[in-house]
């Protein structure tokens, strides 16, 4: 009977010692995870690196991927560079540590605020993919970027409000500050945010505004990004003058006429060079005006009798004889040439 030899047999269980191996190996799925924890600060400008280790890499069928937000970066084992879209530079490279380790190191050599996101590291293998997370926060400083128009002129008694509107991650905080005065004013903060961009607005609202309240307003915004740094922008607020227009007086009348207040009952009291006007100009005014009027009377009649007088001669002169005999009046005409003779 035929005896395998022994060296052969030992060769047969080696390699199929491999392959159970291999296929022993297949099963395991590799471990991804960051060496950072999530979340991740850090300032704006400043240099950021994430590193992805994936352990038992040995069974990857492709390089790692980095996404940003669910959007895929890129794809390369070696050293690789990209040109950002912050104008900045950025660079992938992948180390291996082992024959069953690697790291790849995602870095930013002047992070921006517009690197906020969520990052994720996918290794994948024959039985699916194996993902690490990571969410990147940056932080930048307060800034007010609008705030009401300077100067602001204020009816009396009128409302006015006050805008200031300001970006910063953390959110930034808001105060307003009247001529140097550094205790907070009384205002009204409304804010509105999101994981890309935080705003805060903070309104200001004068009530019946008067004289004491014109000044030079300060709107502060601050984040302690850097720690002390704060932002600020002033408003200066001032009570219209309002000029009263009155009517020109006559062409005639004196500089130097002054006329005061005068007693309801009574007439105008006019004082002129600081001396009263004497009443009796008044009267002799009157006199005169009365002497004038009757004169124009008489002349009228006088008148009037001379153009009777001519008619009378033009046409010839018809005298009645009148004899008054109690109540009765009887008259008759006349011949001309006859004396007139009248009795009562």
Request: glycine content about 6%; proline content about 4%; hydrophobic content about 35%.
């Amino acid at each position: 009977m035929y005896k395998p030899h022994r060296e052969s047999i030992t060769f047969m269980n080696k390699d199929i010692a491999h392959e159970l191996m291999d296929k022993l190996n297949d099963s395991f799925p590799p471990q991804v995870e960051f060496s950072e924890p999530s979340p991740l600060h850090a300032m704006q400008n400043t240099l950021v690196t994430l590193n992805c280790t994936v352990r038992h890499s040995s069974v990857l069928l492709q390089d790692v991927q980095w996404k940003r937000d669910g959007l895929q970066l890129w794809e390369r084992r070696t050293a690789n560079q990209q040109h950002h879209g912050n104008g900045q530079w950025m660079d992938v490279m992948t180390y291996t540590e082992s024959d069953d380790v690697l790291t790849s190191v995602l870095t930013f050599q002047a992070v921006k605020r517009e690197d906020s996101g969520n990052y994720t590291c996918h290794a994948h293998h024959r039985g699916g993919i194996v993902v690490a997370s990571l969410f990147l926060e940056v932080f930048y400083s307060a800034k007010i970027i609008n705030i009401s128009e300077s100067p602001q002129l204020v009816l009396e008694n009128a409302n006015v409000t006050l805008d200031c509107l300001a970006e910063g991650n953390p959110p930034p905080i808001l105060s307003w500050h009247k001529d140097g005065d550094y205790s907070s004013l009384k205002s009204t903060f409304s804010d509105a945010s999101s994981h890309r961009e935080r705003v805060g607005r903070l309104n200001l609202t004068l009530l019946r505004f008067g004289e004491k309240a014109s000044g030079v307003y300060t709107c502060e915004a601050t984040n302690g990004v850097p720690s002390g740094m704060k932002d600020n922008k002033s408003v200066l607020v001032a009570m219209m003058q309002v000029k009263a227009i009155t009517a020109p007086g006559p062409e005639t009348e004196p500089d130097d006429t002054i006329v005061v207040d005068r007693d309801r009952s009574t007439p105008n009291d006019v004082y002129q060079q600081g001396e009263e006007i004497d009443n009796d100009f008044y009267s002799t005014l009157v006199t005169v005006g009365i002497v004038t009027v009757t004169a124009l009377s008489l002349l009228l009649l006088l008148a009037v009798g001379f153009l009777l007088c001519r008619r009378k001669k033009a046409t010839g002169t018809k005298i009645l004889k009148t004899n008054i005999r109690r109540d009765v009046v009887r008259h008759r005409h006349l011949e001309q040439s006859r004396d007139v003779e009248v009795y009562r």
